[in-house]
């Protein structure tokens, strides 16, 4: 009797942690997908219900962290004036509230202090390093994307990188974790030679087409970053000018996440530098010319049109305009 009385606990209490991680998953999806179509209120709400069902996993304060820095993210790329440039855009510095900056370090701090806690049981838990490291790289891409605070993001973003690394070592089908190291091999492998060899002396080192190789492996294989490394791709091939890249890049997600007007501003604006790279090398076709801006321009004109859109239409018209300076 006794005997089975402890077989029946321990089969209820594999079944409450099983159903409480398919919960904690299953929410963790449902936030994504709000949070990519620019739901945030509904994916915090998704990410909280994780914090509240599994308190003592990082998982949840997490996603609630990535879900403030890619609203900060996308208000930056809604602010930028120089579309077709690749100088950097100093005009436009987005401006950062100190409650939202404060919130946001909440949530990093709290995912950090929850991984932390794990690691002391045990230094070789795969998912709490998995965390531990994307909190830090959560903090460096803030410092570096929205507050322009730079050697505070090389040195968080190596601590990730490292933990990352030991991820990858002890679980190598964990892809997510290449997120953080692609993304500061492209970084250190695009500074000039001045500043790579004073990372160097830090010991990080990095190469842009490596680092491409490992985003792009991330948004072939990974799970919870795969589309998080296509919306870094955008930009990245859109530098490398790999016009191609970035248009069927911008498709998928705008396709996946119909309901993210910002995918299909990018398109257009991809459709667009191609357009303008390939008059400027005179490699232009002039059907295929005319039908691209067809298309730049109906995506444009069906944002406009779109009726919950109406705060954008200002931002959107402006965009518009520009372009058509360009393409006349």
Not at 214 to 236: P, S, T, Y
Request: glycine share 4%.
């Amino acid at each position: 009797m006794f005997c089975a009385r402890i077989l029946f606990l321990l089969l209820f209490v594999t079944t409450v942690v099983g159903q409480t991680s398919s919960n904690v998953d299953k929410l963790r999806a449902e936030g994504y997908q709000a949070l990519f179509n620019l739901d945030y209120i509904n994916a915090r709400r998704d990410f909280q219900k994780m914090i509240d069902l599994a308190p003592e996993d990082p998982a949840g304060p997490e996603s609630y962290a990535v879900s403030l820095w890619f609203e900060q993210l996308n208000k930056t790329w809604e602010l930028k004036s120089k579309l077709y440039s690749d100088e950097t855009d100093t005009e436009t510095k987005t401006k950062v509230d100190p409650r939202e900056a404060q919130e946001f370090r909440k949530w990093t701090r709290r995912t950090k202090q929850l991984a932390q806690t794990i690691l002391r049981r045990d230094p070789r838990d795969v998912e709490a390093l998995y965390f531990l490291g994307a909190a830090e790289g959560l903090e460096a891409a803030y410092a570096a994307a929205i507050e322009q605070k730079y050697m505070p993001a090389l040195r968080t973003g190596s601590d990730a990188v490292d933990h990352h690394r030991k991820v990858l070592e002890l679980s190598p089908q964990l892809y997510d974790a290449d997120l953080t190291i692609g993304l500061q091999d492209y970084v250190i492998g695009s500074l000039p030679l001045p500043l790579k060899m004073i990372a160097g002396t830090v010991g990080v080192r990095g190469s842009k087409k490596r680092g491409l190789s490992e985003l792009e492996l991330v948004a072939r294989e990974g799970q919870w970053a795969r589309d998080m490394a296509r919306v870094f791709l955008i930009d990245l091939y859109k530098r490398e000018k790999r016009w191609g890249d970035a248009i069927a890049t911008t498709r998928d997600l705008s396709a996946r996440y119909p309901h993210n007007y910002l995918f299909k501003l990018q398109l257009a604006e991809a459709l667009a530098s191609k357009i303008l790279a390939e008059r400027k090398n005179k490699t232009v076709k002039p059907v295929a010319d005319t039908v691209e801006q067809r298309e730049v321009f109906s995506i444009y004109d069906s944002l406009l049109h779109d009726k919950t859109l109406t705060p954008q239409t200002t931002l959107i018209q402006s965009r518009r305009d520009q372009t058509a300076r360009l393409l006349k």
